[in-house]
């Protein structure tokens, strides 16, 4: 624990190094290819910081926050676009807005409308989640086929939620929820579009979407045009999360979660294309339960076979207990000393 915890500080301080570099330099280069290029050496950088960690909490979080969403925005912003935009008024806030999964609000939120007891009641399943994993051989198959997707969102959920509110004091502004109740989508546009993992939806648009959108408006029509768009972004999703597996694992890429994300792709553009031509008459009720049971029978079937076979949920649980251990074991030397 003491090596990861030594390695953190230099990856996140190299991290925090290229990041004011960016700020003070390629902010002041004339936007396009040549700030891109003076931003490209920062972004080979992030692609390589995951590997310095050996605990899968370290290496899936800062390749989540680094070598994706923060290359990202720096590649955008090497145009003038994305979250980055307008430019931060200080250094510590362009540092917290590259590095930190975050986005300065822009429209009302509504999320404040929900229940007050909503919030409680995703922590307290989220307990539950974290408790339940020793009584996983015994639950039928039919629950088990929805853990794996309910964790994910529970403990996504909760722990940026938690993140966004110390985030809003310290930065004195409101912030973009990561999720808008995901359960509750109609549809696979509505659910990829509209309420999960908002931060990442926002920069896909500008940095995949839009761009071959554009390009493909001028060999073909509109409605193939959106469909290229579409699948594209599916397909970089796919292989960017194969690259966050392949930080954790350090294994051989199996291109399950490409084709995930590429069925997600072809039928999310279907659905598209046939709500322009006719109207849902189905009740929303159901069209829930159609969405949520179709993400998560291919989920299982292509999303969560390589959590399940690398063990990732009880490493993290052993990770979780060493560093307790190893907080218990510094305070108590500190005490008695």
Not at 40 to 55: A, R, S
Not at 66 to 87: E, H, R, T, V, W
Request: contains cysteine; glycine residues 4%; positive net charge.
């Amino acid at each position: 624990m003491e090596e990861e915890l030594k390695s953190f500080v230099k990856v996140w301080g190299s991290a925090i190094i290229s990041v004011s570099y960016c700020y003070y330099i390629p902010s002041k280069i004339k936007r396009g290819v040549h700030r891109l290029l003076s931003v490209l050496p920062v972004c080979v950088l992030f692609l390589v910081l995951p590997l310095f960690f050996v605990f899968t909490i370290f290496s899936s979080t800062t390749a989540f926050c680094l070598s994706i969403l923060a290359n990202f925005k720096l590649i955008l912003f090497a145009f003038d676009k994305g979250p980055l935009l307008p430019l931060p008024t200080n250094l510590f806030r362009f540092i917290c807005f590259t590095c930190l999964p975050i986005k300065l609000q822009t429209k009302p939120n509504s999320q404040n409308h929900l229940p007050k007891w909503v919030f409680p009641s995703k922590v307290a399943i989220f307990v539950l989640l974290l408790n339940i994993r020793s009584y996983k051989i015994l639950l039928p198959p039919i629950l088990l086929l929805g853990l794996y997707p309910l964790h994910l969102y529970i403990v996504l959920d909760v722990l940026l939620t938690i993140v966004n509110a110390l985030l809003t004091i310290i930065l004195g502004c409101d912030l973009e929820p990561h999720f808008n109740e995901p359960y509750l989508a109609t549809s696979l546009q509505d659910f990829w579009g509209h309420r999960w993992n908002l931060m990442v939806s926002a920069i896909y648009r500008p940095g995949v979407y839009s761009p071959v959108r554009s390009v493909c408006q001028h060999q073909m029509r509109s409605d193939w045009a959106r469909f290229m768009g579409c699948m594209t972004t599916f397909f970089v999703s796919g292989l960017i999360h194969e690259l966050v597996y392949f930080y954790i694992n350090r294994e051989k890429p199996t291109l399950e979660v490409t084709w995930f994300f590429v069925l997600h792709g072809v039928c999310t553009a279907m659905e598209i294309a046939v709500k322009r031509k006719m109207q849902w008459s189905l009740s929303p009720m159901l069209l829930r339960l159609i969405t949520v049971g179709f993400l998560v029978v291919t989920g299982d079937l292509l999303f969560f076979g390589q959590i399940e076979r690398s063990n990732m949920l009880e490493r993290r649980a052993n990770e979780a207990s060493l560093f307790i251990d190893f907080v218990k074991r510094k305070v108590f030397n500190y005490t008695v000393s």
